[in-house]
């Protein structure tokens, strides 16, 4: 079976690092794409009602992680299930997987780290709302955190994770 046309690309799989006063949370990302090369800026698309849209809209500094393909099983945690009523971030620091970077928690394993402040883009939607809320995000500071491969859609496909 062929795959529509929006998914024959095989994209790669990111992880939101979100933060207000001492609230924090995760969320898995896959509408991201880079829109600038100076300054250097990308579109991300943060799914509604997620406690990581309302940290976003509160504080617009976050980091966008690019997860390892080794990182995968992250993704029940961070993607299919909301930090409203699930404490991803104690999880995770259980299972000691976070670290701090400029003041963020972090994925320890994750490939790359961006941070970025976002302005928020209002879409004119007024018949069918999208999903998903858009940022124009400009890039602060970048830190290349280990090599590796990246986690990418058709992985979770393969895993069944996402669906086809």
């Not at 880079?34 to 406690?51: D, E, G, H, L, W």
């Not at 290349?144 to 491969?149: L, V």
Request: hydrophobic content about 40%; aromatic content about 8%.
């Amino acid at each position: 079976m062929m795959k529509k046309p929006w998914n024959r690309t095989d994209l790669p799989v990111y992880s939101i690092s979100s933060k207000c006063d001492s609230e924090e949370n995760m969320n898995v990302i896959t509408y991201m794409t880079a829109v600038s090369m100076q300054p250097k800026q990308f579109i991300a698309a943060v799914y509604n009602q997620t406690k990581t849209l309302e940290l976003v809209q509160r504080n617009p500094h976050f980091v966008i992680q690019l997860l390892s393909k080794d990182q995968y099983r992250l993704v029940h945690l961070l993607g299919k299930q909301s930090g409203k009523t699930v404490r991803k971030m104690d999880r995770l620091k259980k299972r000691k997987l976070i670290t701090y970077w400029n003041g963020f928690a972090v994925l320890t394993d994750a490939l790359a780290l961006m941070e970025v402040k976002a302005l928020h883009l209002k879409v004119d939607a007024s018949v069918n709302q999208p999903d998903h809320q858009l940022f124009l995000c400009e890039l602060i500071h970048y830190k290349n955190n280990k090599e590796g491969d990246p986690l990418t859609i058709d992985i979770l496909r393969h895993h069944k994770i996402v669906r086809m």
